[in-house]
């Protein structure tokens, strides 16, 4: 009975929200023209679905974050191997990563036009900067965190090359907090997704713009909730990916 207590309670209280959200509205709360109900989402899903532009933007949307991702994440965490097993690296790059890393996403997007256009590289680029960081400084923790006796172990073992110790001793012993990392990046990349589109690329982030400009909020509702439920998906599906990876730690 105590483990039905969770999931009841997680499924009151989002009856409770989904009831609160309707009634506001409703009763005149709020203007339906700037928060629609519940009730009105299905019938705009299905406006979107049936013209096409659902499914267009979707697709859109996610090559963008796919291509982003990987390149972003896959260039920090190369990076942030390279500079976690090298003092001469880190040194040499302290300074850049100091004056580039507070700059956020966003302010990319000047230089994302002008040198992309108002194109998917532009979008792809935004994205890759939002995650880079986060994988850099994930992979970087996750090498420099690795026991000092592993590596005096694999000295002894003949394991002395750079390269050897990459791949025997460092990655398998930093491959969980690079894969934390990575998690976040997931996240990091879909909340940029919209950002990257906003200024006229096709996809998700462009759609909903059009809709707000004509107050079509139920749309723009519409594609929150998918983003959610996509989010969502691909973070269970990472979840999985991880606990297969690190099945060596069970």
Do not use: C
């Amino acid at each position: 009975m105590q483990s039905l207590r969770a999931p009841a309670l997680a499924l009151l209280g989002l009856a409770a929200f989904l009831l609160i959200w309707e009634a506001v509205p409703r009763f005149g709360l709020v203007n339906p023209a700037f928060l629609p109900p519940p009730s009105a989402l299905p019938k705009a899903f299905m406006r979107e679905l049936s013209s096409g532009a659902w499914l267009s933007a979707i697709i859109g949307s996610l090559w963008h974050y796919f291509v982003g991702l990987f390149v972003g994440a896959g260039l920090g965490i190369a990076l942030g191997v390279l500079v976690g097993m090298s003092k001469v690296a880190e040194e040499a790059t302290a300074w850049v990563v100091r004056v580039l890393r507070p700059v956020p996403g966003l302010a990319w997007v000047p230089f994302a036009i002008i040198w992309f256009g108002v194109t998917p590289g532009a979008a792809v680029f935004i994205i890759a900067i939002g995650v880079f960081w986060i994988s850099f400084f994930a992979a970087q923790g996750a090498i420099r965190g690795v026991d000092r006796d592993l590596v005096e172990v694999a000295d002894a073992f003949g394991f002395r090359s750079p390269w050897a110790r990459l791949f025997k001793i460092l990655l398998p012993a930093a491959m969980p907090g690079i894969l934390v990392g990575f998690r976040t990046a997931l996240g990091q990349a879909w909340m940029a997704v919209v950002a990257a589109e906003i200024f006229g690329v096709a996809g998700v982030g462009q759609r909903m713009m059009q809709a707000s400009s004509l107050l079509a909020t139920d749309i723009v509702v519409v594609y929150m909730l998918t983003m959610a439920a996509l989010y969502g998906l691909l973070d269970t599906a990472f979840v999985a990916f991880q606990t297969w990876v690190l099945r060596w730690k069970a």
